[in-house]
């Protein structure tokens, strides 16, 4: 139930895989900016605060799993960030790398799709620092530089929902499997609101 209307809010939004992988991807990722907004009106009307803000910047136990997996990470001290950058190359760019180096000459854009979710959280985590490497995805420090964050909302937190729903609601549960492995306490928080959040019963004008 919407706070303040009195009536409930209900939508279905079906998301079908199309011909191409990156076309389904880029409409799963806006549709997650889209619940995340939806969600922050249901839990507190936009006119009675900024309407810049989504359920991301809203949530405390949202915001709490986005620092614990910074701090989990060591993301705070400039050597283990770089450590932590340098293990998600490994893992996911440097075997495609060294494919093309074999001469299979792939696109590393597009075999990188599925991952690239997993990309993206690490640039909004690390304040844009994975863009610097050039292995593409991420927004760039300039996005990420918080500077207009109480105006706008946090973009890090946008991103980051926006890139778990992107993988959560993949018919390849491959996508999620692989966001549970890199951010185990993003993606139990994600699993529980989605839970909380999907349950039509749930009075959406309280934070747990």
Do not use: C
Not at 12 to 18: A, D, N, P
Not at 84 to 89: G, H, L, N, P
């Amino acid at each position: 139930k919407s706070q303040g209307s009195g009536r409930p809010y209900k939508t279905t939004i079906i998301m079908m895989r199309g011909g191409k992988k990156f076309i389904s991807l880029t409409a799963r990722h806006e549709t997650g900016h889209f619940i995340d907004y939806i969600l922050g009106l249901m839990l507190s009307p936009a006119d009675s605060r900024n309407p810049n803000y989504f359920f991301s910047d809203l949530s405390p136990s949202f915001g709490k799993a986005y620092q614990n997996e910074f701090d989990r990470l060591g993301l705070g001290n400039k050597k283990t960030r770089k450590e932590f950058i340098d293990s998600i190359v490994e893992d996911l760019v440097a075997p495609v790398q060294k494919l093309n180096e074999q001469g299979l000459d792939l696109d590393i854009n597009e075999v990188l799709d599925e991952a690239s979710g997993v990309m993206d959280i690490v640039d909004a985590l690390t304040g844009g620092a994975w863009s610097l490497r050039g292995h593409g995805g991420g927004h760039g420090t300039k996005y990420y530089s918080l500077k207009d964050q109480l105006a706008q909302g946090n973009p890090r937190f946008h991103e980051t929902f926006a890139n778990l729903f992107e993988a959560w609601s993949s018919k390849d549960r491959k996508s999620w499997q692989r966001m549970k492995k890199y951010f185990p306490e993003l993606t139990k928080e994600f699993d529980k609101m989605m839970d909380v959040y999907a349950d039509p019963t749930t009075t959406f004008n309280k934070v747990t």
